[in-house]
């Protein structure tokens, strides 16, 4: 068990729940011992509303966000707005790994057509095969015959590349035409962290592959 204090789970003050709290926090990416401990010691000495709201919100939040029937997004309903929305272009469907993509998509472009979200990216070192990328359900939303066109938008990461390699086959399978977002988009980048003026620019340059 990770422990932020030391020697049978115990804070220096003696407090098991306070240890607990502590190692909870660590659950959080990008978050070590020592965040962990500021973070809990911040919410018990100055902000116990925010940390209740936090709580809170994390417990409903973690009950009630699913994932999309269609699409894979989060959403609270069965099918989400986007992909319930009347307005969206069925023809097109854009392939991102995350929802932190498709948001990233959404604000930097005008793209109006659909989604679908891997939740992921082939990498079977970490168990993620096309199984778990829900790959036949891609599959069996392209033999449908409404998209015309899937822009694969993974990120530019060696394994990035090899799923877009991966569902382009799938879509040469199915006869609709596949395309990758152009240039601009570093290699070895994640869409999440390049500036909006660069992402509009690599999606609307996109390419057949
Ligand atoms: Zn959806």
Do not use: W
């Not at 000495?45 to 894979?72: Q, T, V």
């Amino acid at each position: 068990m990770r422990t932020a204090t030391g020697a049978g789970g115990m804070a220096a003050n003696g407090s098991t729940l306070l240890a607990e709290l502590i190692d909870a926090l660590r659950c959080l990416p990008g978050v070590g011992a020592k965040s962990a401990q500021r973070m809990a010691f911040h919410l018990l000495e100055r902000d116990r509303e925010g940390a209740r709201a936090l709580a809170a919100k994390l417990h409903e939040a973690a009950d009630r966000i699913g994932n999309c029937r269609l699409c894979r997004t989060f959403s609270e309903a069965e099918v989400c707005v986007l992909c319930a929305s009347s307005t969206r272009d069925s023809q097109l469907l854009c392939v991102v790994e995350t929802p932190v993509d498709q948001m990233a998509i959404e604000q930097a472009t005008g793209y109006r057509g659909r989604y679908f979200v891997l939740l992921g990216r082939l990498s079977p070192l970490d168990g993620l095969g096309p199984q778990e990328l829900g790959l036949e359900a891609l599959a069996g939303r392209l033999a449908e015959g409404e998209v015309r066109e899937l822009i694969v938008a993974t990120n530019p990461t060696v394994e990035g590349e090899a799923t877009a390699y991966y569902i382009a086959q799938l879509a040469r399978r199915a006869g609709v035409r596949a395309s990758r977002l152009a240039h601009g988009v570093p290699l070895g980048g994640e869409l999440e962290f390049v500036d909006r003026g660069t992402l509009a620019h690599a999606f609307g340059q996109r390419h057949d592959v």
